[in-house]
T-cell receptor, first 113, second 116 residues
Framework: DGGITQSPKYLFRKEGQNVTLSCEQN?????MYWYRQDPGQGLRLIYY???????QKGDIAEGYSVSREKKESFPLTVTSAQKNPTAFYLC????????????FGSGTRLTVV | AQSVTQPDIHITVSEGASLELRCNYS??????LFWYVQSPGQGLQLLLK??????LVQGIKGFEAEFKRSQSSFNLRKPSVHWSDAAEYFC??????????????FGTGTRLQVTL
């Protein structure tokens, strides 16, 4: 079955370390997105990509980086510059030619220890 | 800029009772509207969506929503709530430009608790 896979489900990081969250989709979707979710704040867009080798900053891109070397993959790196990285991270994908809504992964919970 | 307001942070209903979750949006053109549901520690699942046409849209799990342009609202309803409906619900609005990424803006969510 087609879908989006995020790994790992839980991740612990020491302060000052970079960490990379994986997101893979086999839906043949063109666009992919990363959202951060904090209690009471809904989902906030970090980065998005419409096509391979291209991506744009969202509303809260500072302290994060992404790459889009393959259509299926859109990894997110949380750098040491991110001041408050503990959160639930959600990856999503969509078709760009129609507004059909997103398909979401099951998320990665990152905790800084 | 587009925005979504979900005025109710937390709602409690009895099993079998009717449900209405409120959503108000701000968007400069014809909006594309969505409702998603999220179980704890999981991703979001699409319940229903509105693009155009009939303003009453049917979704999965017995949910429906009504688009009211004059009130900038897209409220989610269910006639009879089941205990399994307890979750967090998100309303989202997006643009209708084809050929570009359909960035969605999400509300802050409404947590639904169902009492037996």
């Amino acid at each position: 079955d087609g879908g989006i896979t995020q790994s790992p489900k839980y991740l612990f990081r020491k302060e000052g370390q970079n960490v990379t969250l994986s997101c893979e989709q086999n839906l043949n979707h063109d666009a992919m997105y990363w959202y951060r979710q904090d209690p009471g704040q809904g989902l906030r867009l970090i980065y998005y990509s419409q096509i391979v080798n291209d991506f744009q900053k969202g509303d809260i891109a500072e302290g994060y980086s992404v790459s889009r070397e393959k259509k299926e993959s859109f990894p997110l790196t949380v750098t040491s510059a991110q001041k408050n990285p503990t959160a639930f991270y959600l990856c999503a994908s969509s078709i760009t030619r129609t507004v059909g809504g997103y398909t979401f992964g099951s998320g990665t919970r990152l905790t800084v220890v | 800029a587009q925005s979504v307001t979900q005025p109710d942070i937390h709602i409690t209903v009895s099993e079998g009772a009717s449900l209405e979750l409120r959503c108000n949006y701000s968007y400069g053109a014809t909006p594309y509207l969505f409702w998603y549901v999220q179980s704890p520690g999981q991703g979001l699942q699409l319940l229903l969506k509105y693009f155009s046409g009939d303003t009453l849209v049917q979704g999965i799990k017995g949910f429906e929503a009504e688009f009211k342009r004059s009130q900038s609202s897209f409220n989610l309803r269910k006639p009879s709530v089941h205990w399994s409906d307890a979750a967090e619900y998100f309303c989202a609005v997006g643009g209708g430009n084809t050929g570009t990424a359909s960035k969605l803006t999400f509300g802050t969510g409404t947590r639904l608790q169902v009492t037996l």
